[in-house]
């Protein structure tokens, strides 16, 4: 007989049995053969239905999460290993693939910009008409959701919603279709794969609540980045005051919430990204991203590619990984891919010692501030480590209570470190950078006095509190500076390249404005993000290439409104080949990392220049056809490039070299030879009978040959090829190092840029 005890076991095995099955479920991404659709199905959508169900129990009525219609070809599922591994058997299937998590790469803007000119002249065309003409243009951005509530989405003197919009506002426990507007015109959020991996299937509630609304503050702020309507007198808590507006006010504005507490899942962006494109947006702009990986794995590049087809212009942050080499995310050709700069204005905030020696940093802090009196400073670079990063849990109460501390940057999040300062008892902070860091100054709205740093100034804070007997120290605030000289300067935590997916392509495309920008923001929110932070601000002031994406989105916006039958890759190479490499003291840009000059491989073609770029005389065109022979080259399988172009391409075109794309910027690889020749071809969008001439600049060490030396244009839409040859010194030169130059076509009105990053080995 069995004991009660032994009984009980067994029921209670067979009841978590069921759980444990339910638990090993995640999200798959499924990829089809969308040409090997049998007749017999009427549509697609139901064919992948009939794909699932025959590997799924009748319970599974849940498993499928999502049908992709244009941005992929496949569908998202609910599975478990065994019948992933069951899918990719199929001859109907492509591939079966894990979820993926993406992240977060998370005012003066518009005037530093020149958008804001005296004349009220932009390179010929008048503000007024491109106002005018940007409200045809509809920028859909995939973050976190919208505060529709905020005055940057404000929709006065809009003309009616461009008949061709199929977008819509949908509704939540908290989101009111009603909340749109003329200005917001699309609200969607898509939370499946979220969901998924939050632990829960659909009879699990997740932990934050399902619609458009932006709980985290980042969406609302890239989307009034890009397009956000003028706000007088904004600012974050008295810093920063003046008029915030995006980059193109009167574009409209589209939010597709991808992103939730625990991150941005592919399953989620891929809905997202088929959702915009068929809503009709003309740009997509995603602050978001993940490692490098092949085109054919990466969600954003296959949804991307689609768009591009389209005519739609995808704009990706770079990621904030730098100062390390190789460190960028979001790297395919057809994607514009943005890196960070400064601003010309700054928030000053001064660490005064007791050895009489002050020290200039920057800081958002609001309150009440410390007085003039000195008090105890601390720092402890003792056994314990992670004291001297302000770690949760890592200062003494007794050792900091009343002390001013310093903390090292890096780990965990900067306010946090604040927040861990003022839980143990301590009246102010120094951040102080280290060599991680560099000079790279953020300032931040933290919870009690602090002011952050550089790694010089932070290494002498260091040694005077380590050595001084009776260290002592004060913080105080200087407001708001602007004119700050030198700006732009790249910031060091822009991801550099080389692009490890195909070095060959020089990557990142461009910088733009990412340190310390002002936006609308969400009131669910305290400015730090921290729960402790109980203040409301319309406005935040953030930084990231997060940020440094939206400000590009919304200048192709203000393209597209200029020249509306532009393709994307039009619009992008005015934006490239336009961009400056010098900064306001007229020196060439420098690196907040090591405070050296910069290069092509941290700030790509240079600092977008708009005003410039909407009449950049010639641009380096490329249709979607030449991306098909630029994958073919890769050494993919026929069916990965399928994958990524969704067409039944068969690889008889293609490039003996990635490099032969018609690329705005040029990456020599040398490898084992010393010649490497391409060709590119130039469009004139200037004026007809148009002359130009080349200018090259390269280092000793690579002689470049560029012929014909001049092209002559005569008509406006007239193609011109050049054929460009490098020739490197003879094999003893082989080196690690990069080395950079450029090749200009020039004329009296203008200057077409192209960056050339040489390397001789692919690392």
Known sequence: MVSSEAQFWVVALTLLLP??????????????????????????????????????????????????????????????PDQAETLRQSESVIGVYEDTVYNLH?????????????????????????????????VGVLDTGVWPESKSFNDAGMPEIPSRWRGECESGVDFSPKLCNKKLIGARSFSKGYR?????????????????????????HTSSTAAGSLVANASLLGYA??????????????????CWTSGCFGSDILAGMDRAILDGVDVMSLSLGGGSAPYFRDTIAIGAFTAMERGIFVSCSAGNSGPSRASLANTAPWVMTVGAGTLDRDFPAYAVLGNQNKFTGVSLYSGTGMGTKLVGLFYNKGSNSSSNLCLPGSLRPEAVRGKVVVCDRGVNARVEKGGVVRAAGGVGMILANTAASGEEMVADSHLLPAVAVGRKVGDMIREYAQTDPNPTAVISFGGTVLNVR?????????????NLVTPQILKPDVIGPGVNILAAWSEAIGPTGLEEDTRKSQFNIMSGTSMSCPHISGLAALLKAAHPNWSPSA????????????????????????????NPWAHGSGHVDPSRAVSPGLVYDISSVEY???LCSLGYTIQQVQSIAKSNVTCARKYSDPGQ??????????????????????????????????????????????????????????????????VSAKSGSRTSRAEFGSIVWANTLHLVKSPVAFAWTLL
């Open 19 to 80: 759980c444990l099955s339910v638990t090993a479920k995640q999200t798959y991404i499924v990829q089809m053969k969308h040409h090997s659709k049998p007749s017999s199905f009427a549509t697609h959508s139901d064919w992948y239905s009939a794909n699932l169900q025959a590997v799924s129990s009748d319970s599974d009525s849940d498993a499928l999460l999502y049908t992709y219609d244009t941005a992929y070809h496949g569908f998202a599922a609910s599975l478990d």
């Open 196 to 220: 998924m991996a939050s632990g829960g299937g659909f009879m699990k509630k997740p932990r934050e609540a399902e619609s458009p609304r932006d709980q985290d503050g980042h969406g609302t």
């Open 241 to 258: 005051s003046g008029t915030a507006r995006g980059m193109a006010p009167h574009a409209r504005v589209a939010t597709y919430k991808v």
């Open 628 to 630: 098909v022979a630029f």
């Open 661 to 726: 794309l018609n690329y705005p910027s040029f990456s020599v690889v040398f490898g084992n030879r010393r010649v490497v020749r391409y060709t590119r071809e130039l469009t004139n969008v200037g004026t007809a009978r148009s002359l130009y001439k080349v200018i090259v600049s390269g280092p000793p060490g690579v002689r470049t040959i560029v012929k014909p030396s001049s092209l002559f244009f005569a008509t406006v839409g007239e193609k011109k090829k050049y054929t460009v040859t490098f």
């Open 106 to 138: 998370t005012t003066r803007t518009p005037e530093f910009l020149g958008l804001e000119t005296a004349n009220g002249f932009w390179a010929g065309h008048s503000l007024q008409d491109l106002n005018q003409a940007s409200n045809d243009v509809i």
């Open 571 to 598: 619009i992008k190479s005015a934006l490239m080949t336009t961009a400056y490499t010098h900064d306001n003291t007229k020196a060439p840009l420098s690196d907040a990392a090591g405070g050296q000059f910069s």
């Open 486 to 498: 030198p700006s732009p300067v790249v910031a060091a935590f822009s991801s550099r390249g080389p």
